[in-house]
Every structure is written in structure tokens, then in C-alpha cells.
């Protein structure tokens, strides 16, 4: 049993296999949270909660004479608004009466099998008993307003996820202008903030940071997860490291405007508040009426932060990526965007295709610039027809070529968009988000389309339906390539305009859902301009996300890296492209760019055909190496070997397979040594009683000697030189 409730006391543990969740309804009904960390057994810990007498902190109406009792000073499971809790609260609202308070007391709590889902939403799921559910009701007894918490208590996987329902139980609506998903009180600290900032081109940089009494917020604006900020946050413990101390993960299901607050309060307790951002939101509960809040994802470890990323990998894999693609090779792919953006016919791809398929790659993909009247990004999104004129052929001839030569046929669509000079844009200029009386701002010469409406949503849906279904697909790149402006819908009323992008991500969503639901064979890979939309939510749909625009294998270290302490390298699509690079004209070799991009799926993105001979034979070990590399990304564990943002000089990796029978080092040099130092990296994680073959060297060494003496590499000069080193446990000396 993962989850104790014992009504007596009110106190309820969660338990999973390493870590306990503690909370407790008092008396008054208010949910206490008491702890949040390594396993406690059965303990009771309601004699570490802290009371005093603090100044300015009200006492709760029924409350009077206790001053040492607070909603301002208590550690709480999901706050109220206007009753005396002045840290950063979890509801903001308006009651029929404008009255904006909500005192949030305990109803009730069951804990049920399996695993709660969310309407409308992406959650975790649990195919089999690996779940179980607590409910945990409270209600604001005056406007009749329900917030059912939801835990979803993964034993085995040391998750705890976690969720809101809000309910109008009353008789008048209710206006939501704030509703988080899931506040964690943390009692004690001191605590650090990772968080993942970045920009188009360099997504996902780690930063750490100290909490301090100041809110500090993550968040986005932009009706996408965004390339700024990623719905990921990490408190870690002082002088956490990856290989020891405590750290604790909050990382939300959710692609749309999101924000993570954190608060380090008057009692130094530190309080973390995450769910959709309240910027220009604003939700109406007419009586009856529901609103989820979505799920964020809760992982504790004392092991450091690389136990942490761990945990997530394993989890998002096993009960986030739901495509029967998550635990399969995917294939390696040929993307002609960067061989030729939209300049292109059929007999240039058929070309690319050719000379891809004969060193060894599966599947070619094409990119943007075959639909419509699309000669450049200002026009056609929308016009979803196949350009014969352009291709010089029909669909079906482009598509039966490519699966005649051998390889899979993968298609980019922009779903969510449309340009104004295109024919649905004339039959539909309402269709896009526009504010009547305003000329909107674009972004790529294109708007996006309001995806809060169902008609339109139903009309993308047959359309990709029929796409899907009349042509041999094997592969969808979705991408959205702005952000959102002129946030408001032709169909909702004035004061419901603040549920337009909450109501977007709801079409969006289920959009996703009923095509993937409809073509389980297809894989999805999402895509916002490369890692704009690079979260748990989409990961629900696509089983992988291409992680940046930025293809420069140097830079890519760098965003993979801060990647990879949330999201699994499977994850991760990652190309080899052109050197020079487009992005950078940083020219590196095509080792270390392959190097690089085998730390993700797989696949090129270049004009195979410009490669000199010897550099097409390396092609071919290239894909033969990740053929042989690829469970270990899909299955086994990734260690950040260094720091790719503070070392300058060499970035070390480890891929090691779950038996621990099989590790990959990777390691890159960035800035090479005159009268060099030694590259010298310690390894993690392999069985230190057995013995290793390093591929280097080809010597043998323990497990024990290569996790701590480590391995010394030969002096690697030049530009940006990388090796590879397998590690393959042997029975002999
Ligand atoms: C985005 C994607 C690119 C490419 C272009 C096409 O920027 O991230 O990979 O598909 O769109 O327009």
C-alpha cells in the first residue's frame, strides 16, 4: 500500500520505493504538509511542525485565541486566497458576490487504484498496478467551491504526481483568475534553484541560483512552453552534485503558458507554487462547471542530481511517452531542410534519398516547402495540398520513389498556423487569433489559428486524418513555429476572453490525441522552431522533440546537456548537418558532429551527396555505431560526466545499459590544450566487482577502477576533436 490515510489522526503517508510524502488535516480542516524526502517509514512527524506567535500573521476566522496559529506561517498542501496566507498563494478568484476569498478546508480523502486522469489533459498513465490515487477533497464552504488535490503515487518509480480539479458546487459563477496545479511547502532549507532558461537557437541552459525571501519566477507568456523558460524546476540542497546530496524535481504536463514560483518565507520555510500562468488568464466555473489544473511531476532524490534525471528518464519513458515507438529503435533519418530548405522538386529529394539510402539511413523526411504556394516562410501555411508544380510530381510518386528505394517516408506539417494569403486564411480569416479593430502582429509572416474552437480543431483533425490515412506516412515532424499575440477568440464572450490560450492547448491536445490515437504506427516528433515546445505534455503525443535550430555540434553539448537533466536522450532529436555550420559557420568534424548527435535520435541533415567518398564510408560506421548505441539511449542510464556550462575544455558523457553490462562514453574537446593537462574522466555507475573492456586502449580494467581511477586520454588536438569509447564487460584479464 503506497498510500495510508488514517482518518483518526487525518494524518495520510505516501510511500514510495525510496522516498515518503507526508500531510495531515488538522483539526480545523486545513491540510498541513509535513515532509517531502527519503523514505521516514511510519513515522508520525507532526511534532517537527514549527508554531509561534508571529507578528502580522491573522489568525483563521474560529481561531482567535490561538495566535501561534497561522495560514501565513503553516506548510500547506494547496492554499486559499485572502484568509491570511500572503506567500504566494495557489487561487486567485471572484465569488458570485465579487468577494475574492477562498478558505480551503478538508472534506474528505480516499485512496483509490490506479491512476487519475485529467479532462481534456495529457497525464501520467499506469498500464498496471504501478499507481494508486489519493483524492484528497477541500471545499470554500461560501461560494461552494471544491479543489479536489490528486496524487498519483508511483511506488516503484519514486514519482509522486500531482493535480487539480476545481469545481463549482455553488449557486453563481465563480471567476478562476489563478489556479495552480500543486503548491510544495517545504519546511526547512536551505534550498538552490536549477531552472532551464535559453532563447531560439540555445535552449534549456541550466542556471543555479539561491532561493531568497524574493519571489522568483519562471514562466511563459508565449502559448507554448517556450524556448525562454522550460516547465522544469530543481531545488537542490546547497552542495548537491550530480553524484550526492538532495535535490527535488517539479515538472509540469503542460505546453502552454505555465509559471513555477518559489518563495522563501518568514519562517524560512520554502514554498514552490507551479501550474498554468495567471497572466492574462482568467477562467469562469458557472455552477457545475470544472477546471483542471495540470499535472506536475514530483521526484525526490538524496542521491544527487543525476539519480534525479534518472528517475525522470525512467518515468517519462515508462508513463508519459504513450506511442509504441518509446522502447523501439526509431529510424535513422535524412531531413532536407538544411540540404535545401524550400528550394527543392522531386528529383532533388529523390536525389538526397538515394545517396542517404546507400549509406545505410531508413527514412527520409521532408521538411517544410511542399505545400501550397510556398517558395519562402511568408506564404502557404494553411493550403495543405501537395505542389505538383513545384515537385514535379503527384504525392503518391514523391512518396512511392522514396519507399521504393528502401526508405520510409517521414512529412513536416505547421498544423497550428495559417498565412493570410492563403485560400483557408480567405475562408476563414476568423479562424485566427485577431482582434477585431486591431491589426495582429505576426511572427514568420504567419498567425496562428484558434484552436479553442472545436470547428476548427474538427476541420485540422479530417484534414490530417485524410493526409495519414491516404498516403504512406510513417513519420510526422510537427512543428509551430511562433509564439502567440492577439490572444482572443471570435466565439467567447468579453469576459471569457482570459480562457483563450488555456482553451487553445485544449484543442491542441486534443488534436494530438485523436491522431495519435488513430495512427499508433506513425511517429510524431514534435517541434517549435526546434526545442520551443520541449516538455512532458508533448511528450505524451511525440514520442521525441527535435531539441534546437541550432545544429552546431558545439552548441548542442550544451543544450542536450541541460536537456537531459529532465528528459530522457531518446528523447532528444539530433542531426548531423553541414560544416561549416548554418547557424554558426563554426566548421567541426563530421566525427565529432556524429559523436554529438548519437546522444539523441539519430539522423542527418545535410546534402549527403557534397560529402567526399571517405567521409560517406564514415556515414556508414556512423549509423552502424548508433545502430549498436541505440538501446543503450532507449533503455540505459545517462550520466553528465562534466559540466558542459563552466568546463571549458573537454564535455563528458556516459550512456550505460541497466545490467550495467555495457556503458558508451562520449567526449568532446572544446578548447584543446597547448602543453596540454590529461583528459581524464572518471566513470559511474558500472558493477565495480567486474571486469571491463575499455575500447581505447583495449585494456582491462574493474568496474571499481574505471568509476575511480577512470581512464586518461591520449592528447586530443585540433578542432573540436571527439571519442567514443565502448566499455563491454569481458570474463578475463
Ligand atoms: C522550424 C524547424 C526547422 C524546420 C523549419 C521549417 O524552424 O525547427 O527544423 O523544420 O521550421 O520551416
Excluded at 508513463?319 to 522531386?346: C, G, Q
Excluded at 485523436?514 to 504506427?521: C, G, S
Amino acid at each position: 500500500m503506497s498510500i495510508r490515510i488514517d482518518h483518526e489522526t487525518g494524518l495520510i503517508t505516501l510511500h514510495t520505493l525510496h522516498t515518503s510524502y507526508q500531510m495531515w488535516a488538522d483539526g480545523q480542516g486545513v491540510v498541513h504538509h509535513l515532509y517531502y524526502g527519503p523514505a521516514i517509514g511510519g513515522s508520525d512527524l507532526r511534532g517537527l511542525e514549527f508554531y509561534s506567535d508571529c507578528g502580522f500573521s491573522p489568525q483563521p476566522a474560529g481561531m482567535d485565541r490561538q495566535r501561534d496559529y497561522s495560514l501565513d506561517t503553516l506548510c500547506q498542501e494547496y492554499t486559499g486566497s485572502g484568509v491570511g496566507d500572503y506567500r504566494i498563494g495557489c487561487l486567485r478568484l471572484a465569488g458570485p458576490d465579487g468577494s475574492r476569498a477562498a478558505d480551503l478546508r478538508f472534506v474528505s480523502a480516499e485512496a483509490v487504484p490506479g491512476k487519475y486522469t485529467l479532462p481534456g489533459l495529457p497525464a501520467a498513465c499506469a498500464e498496471d498496478d504501478t499507481c494508486e490515487t489519493l483524492r484528497l477533497k477541500l471545499r470554500d464552504a461560501v461560494h461552494g467551491l471544491t479543489v479536489t488535490l490528486l496524487y498519483g503515487v508511483f511506488a516503484r518509480a519514486d514519482v509522486i504526481t500531482r493535480a487539480a480539479l476545481l469545481e463549482n458546487e455553488g449557486n453563481g459563477p465563480i471567476r478562476l483568475d489563478k489556479a495552480a496545479s500543486a503548491c510544495l511547502d517545504l519546511p526547512f532549507g536551505p534550498w538552490e534553484l536549477i531552472h532551464f532558461h535559453g532563447r531560439h537557437c540555445m535552449e534549456r541552459q541550466p542556471e543555479r541560483v539561491p532561493l531568497s525571501h524574493n519571489i522568483q519566477t519562471l514562466r511563459s507568456a508565449r502559448g507554448a512552453s517556450s524556448h525562454q523558460h522550460n516547465p522544469f524546476a530543481i531545488l537542490a540542497a546547497p552542495h548537491t552534485t550530480e553524484e550526492a546530496g538532495e535535490c527535488l524535481g517539479a515538472m509540469l504536463v503542460w505546453s502552454g503558458n505555465f509559471k513555477i514560483e518559489c518563495e522563501v518565507s518568514q519562517m524560512q520555510s520554502t514554498r514552490l507554487v507551479a501550474g498554468v500562468s495567471d497572466d492574462d488568464f482568467s477562467w469562469t466555473l458557472e455552477p457545475g462547471g470544472q477546471f483542471a489544473a495540470p499535472e506536475v511531476l514530483f521526484c525526490y532524490s538524496d542521491q544527487g542530481l543525476s539519480e534525479l534525471s534518472a528517475r525522470y528518464h525512467r518515468f517519462l519513458q515508462r508513463h508519459i511517452i504513450r506511442s509504441p515507438w518509446r522502447d523501439k529503435p526509431r529510424p535513422v533519418l535524412i531531413n532536407n531542410w538544411e540540404a535545401t530548405y524550400m528550394d527543392f522538386d522531386a528529383q532533388r529529394i529523390w536525389d538526397i534519398a538515394r545517396q542517404a539510402r546507400d549509406l545505410g539511413v531508413e527514412m527520409l523526411v521532408l521538411d517544410d516547402g511542399w505545400f501550397g504556394e510556398r517558395s519562402d516562410d511568408s506564404s502557404g501555411l494553411g493550403d495543405w495540398q501537395f505542389n505538383e508544380k513545384k515537385l514535379g510530381c503527384t504525392f503518391d510518386q514523391l512518396i512511392g520513389r522514396v519507399r521504393e528505394m528502401g526508405l520510409l517516408f517521414g512529412l513536416w506539417i505547421e498544423p497550428e498556423m495559417v498565412c493570410t494569403n492563403t485560400a483557408l486564411y480567405a475562408a476563414h480569416p476568423d479562424w485566427a487569433l485577431t482582434i477585431p479593430g486591431r491589426a495582429p502582429a505576426t511572427g514568420r509572416s504567419q498567425l496562428v489559428l484558434d484552436l479553442g474552437r472545436p470547428e476548427v480543431v474538427d476541420y485540422l483533425y479530417s484534414l490530417f486524418h485524410r493526409l495519414l490515412a491516404e498516403h504512406d506516412i510513417a513519420y510526422i515532424k510537427w512543428d509551430m513555429n511562433r509564439n502567440l499575440t492577439d490572444v482572443y477568440s471570435r466565439v467567447l464572450p468579453p469576459e471569457r476572453q482570459g480562457e483563450a490560450a488555456y482553451r487553445y492547448m485544449l484543442g491542441l491536445y486534443s488534436l494530438l490525441d485523436r491522431l495519435t490515437r488513430d495512427f499508433p504506427q506513425v511517429l510524431f516528433e514534435g517541434c517549435a522552431g526546434g526545442g520551443g515546445r520541449f516538455d512532458a505534455g508533448m511528450l505524451c503525443y511525440c514520442p521525441q522533440i527535435w531539441c534546437s535550430d541550432d545544429t552546431d555540434a558545439i552548441h548542442r553539448i550544451k543544450i542536450q546537456y541541460g536537456t537531459s537533466f529532465g528528459y530522457p536522450p531518446c528523447t532528444m532529436g539530433s542531426h548531423v548537418s553541414a560544416s561549416p555550420n548554418h547557424q554558426t559557420g563554426r566548421s567541426t568534424p563530421l566525427s565529432t558532429r556524429a559523436v554529438v548527435a548519437m546522444a539523441g535520435t539519430f539522423g542527418y541533415e545535410l546534402d549527403l551527396q557534397k560529402l567526399t567518398d571517405a567521409e560517406k564510408e564514415m556515414v556508414k560506421v556512423q549509423i552502424a555505431q548508433y545502430k549498436q548505441l541505440q538501446p543503450l539511449l532507449l533503455e540505459g542510464r545517462c550520466e553528465r560526466l562534466t559540466d558542459a556550462v563552466t568546463d571549458t575544455c573537454f564535455t563528458a558523457w556516459q550512456f550505460t545499459a541497466p545490467d550495467r553490462s555495457r556503458a558508451a562514453v562520449s567526449v568532446v574537446v572544446i578548447d584543446p590544450q597547448a602543453n596540454p593537462w590529461p583528459i581524464h574522466v572518471r566513470l559511474r555507475g558500472l558493477d565495480p566487482q567486474a571486469l571491463y573492456h575499455e575500447s581505447l586502449t583495449e585494456r582491462v580494467y574493474t568496474g571499481a577502477a574505471l568509476c575511480h581511477a577512470g581512464l586518461t586520454l591520449p592528447i586530443l588536438q585540433g578542432d573540436f576533436p571527439a571519442v567514443q569509447i565502448m566499455i563491454e564487460r569481458t570474463e578475463s584479464l
